[in-house]
């Protein structure tokens, strides 16, 4: 068997799905009369759309390159996280939604500084653009040096110029559309994406002639074993509980990506709905790569070949595209590829919308003594679209310095400040007696907290789990907010005697 290295099917299959993007940016743009337009599509977005989008977004191709790769390198405990997604619904349900609609606010970090002061909304805001610039540009590097180059089989040297393609045409359609164009597109994308992964399933089951073939007769032994609860493994099933509902929580809570979407419904109701289309969407394609996971990792049994005298352990990340390349016949390619860039453009879209947002309405306007006009908003929020699409892109080339496999690497760049980033927001929500200088040192320490654990064994030659990095984080953060709230109001109370 050997490469089926694209036709000129494929490349015309890639060429329509990014010419159709860039017709929607541009039909969208005309639909923009204002900032709510832009920002928010008009806040009354239809829910089931709106909840694909958050899935899109955070669901991104890192995790569809990651998962798989995973479960073939260490085995399954990763997918133990499915299991608290019922528990994040009826958090952010029925918790933080409701506090989140009844205030009118354009941006998340707002109600921040109405409660705890001016300092904390800026950390939070400085908090997002760090964790979201790092993540786009874990996206772009990721998707053109571990898919689109080893498929194309072009040199290393081609990775500025894939970068900069993706880059540009999702600031085209995301700086002209805004939002609407945004969900649209991420609707469009999620299908591509679910299309794909069903589409592999089914032809490794042919090609193998069985769907139970796919199901390992016996335990393989470079797989980790089952264990419920050790801080000293890799991946436990209680730590992957523990980080994933902390991940959905902290991000459901204090992301502005997220919040954004639960302003762009209606009401409270549309904004429930629209979250539990996200937590479904979430549970059935963790399946769908749980099988396709399974899927790969049969049929490299069945054609080493494809390991190109690698072992499955060096290359786990890179099998799918290893697939795509030799495996998918003739015509296929090009789709599954246009796939996996529909679920990388559909995060970077959605990071660059909210991205802006956040510097205009956190940084430029709330500094900025006068007031801009809608019109120029609008053209403040298309360049600064532009300004990070360069910043992310040129990231991304230095980007795989940082140690580790795909799931590793997000969660020590993208996913650094999660945990931090919730600490005010926890505060604001829940802590009646909460203060403003006691808040945002432990939200301070909280990020300090993340950068020691993620960067452990450089920094002090001790391997902590990746997978801690946001529950300690977290509770680092919350712990000494609290205590130096009461001990503040304490202090307070002894003075007045």
């Not at 159709?20 to 969208?28: A, C, P, R």
């Amino acid at each position: 068997m050997g490469s089926n290295t694209l036709t000129l099917w494929d490349l015309l299959i890639i060429i329509i799905y990014g010419a159709g993007m860039l017709i929607v940016g541009f039909y969208f743009s005309h639909k923009n009369k204002n900032t709510e337009d832009y920002l928010f599509g008009g806040r009354n977005m239809t829910s089931w759309k709106v909840g694909i989008s958050l899935f899109a977004t955070m669901f991104s191709a890192i995790t569809y390159l990651s998962l798989p790769g995973e479960l073939i390198k260490y085995g399954p405990m990763i997918f133990a996280t499915i299991a608290t997604l019922p528990f994040v619904y009826l958090v952010v349900a029925y918790f933080f939604i409701p506090f989140i609609m009844k205030l009118k606010i354009n941006s998340a970090y707002e109600l921040l500084e109405e409660r705890l002061g001016k300092k904390n909304r800026t950390i939070a805001s400085i908090y997002f653009l760090i964790m979201r610039i790092l993540w786009m540009s874990v996206i772009i590097y990721m998707v053109s040096e571990k898919i689109i180059i080893p498929i194309m089989n072009w040199s290393k040297e081609s990775s500025l110029l894939v970068s900069i393609i993706m880059g540009v045409i999702t600031i085209i359609y995301t700086s002209s559309g805004g939002l609407r164009s945004v969900v649209f597109t991420d609707v469009i994308q999620s299908a591509i994406l679910f299309g794909g992964s069903i589409l592999i399933i089914f032809l490794v089951v042919r090609s193998t002639g069985s769907l139970s073939y796919i199901i390992p007769d016996s335990y393989p032994a470079n797989w980790s074993g089952w264990v419920f609860f050790d801080t000293k493994v890799r991946i436990s099933f209680m730590t992957a509980f523990i980080s994933t509902f902390s991940w959905f929580v902290c991000t459901s809570g204090s992301d502005q990506m997220t919040i954004q979407r639960y302003l762009a419904t209606k009401d409270v109701r549309a904004a429930r709905k629209m979250f539990l289309s996200s937590i479904l969407a979430n549970i059935f394609v963790n399946m769908l790569l749980f099988i396709l996971g399974l899927s790969l990792f049969a049929y490299i049994k069945l054609h080493p070949e494809i390991l190109e005298g690698a072992t499955i352990n060096s290359i786990a990340d890179s099998i799918l595209p290893r697939f795509i390349a030799f495996g998918l016949p003739i015509g296929f390619s090009g789709l599954v590829l246009a796939g996996l860039m529909a679920a990388a453009m559909s995060s970077l879209s959605s990071g660059i919308n909210s991205s802006s947002l956040t510097i205009i309405n956190d940084f430029i306007l709330n500094l900025k003594q006068k007031s801009l006009s809608e019109k120029k908003k609008i053209k403040l929020a298309q360049f600064i679209s532009i300004l990070i699409g360069v910043v992310i892109v040129l990231l991304s080339l230095v980007i795989a310095n940082i140690r580790g496999n795909l799931l590793e690497l997000t969660y020590r760049t993208s996913n650094l400040f999660v945990g931090p980033l919730f600490v005010p927001f926890f505060m604001a929500m829940f802590i009646k007696k909460a203060l403003s200088n006691a808040t945002f040192t432990g939200t301070l320490l909280g990020g300090l907290t993340a950068i020691f654990i993620s960067f452990s064994k450089e920094l002090f030659n001790i391997d902590i789990s990746f997978l801690w990095i946001i529950p300690a984080s977290l509770i680092v953060g919350i712990t000494i907010s609290i205590l130096l709230s009461y001990y503040s109001h304490i202090l307070s109370s002894v003075k007045n005697k």
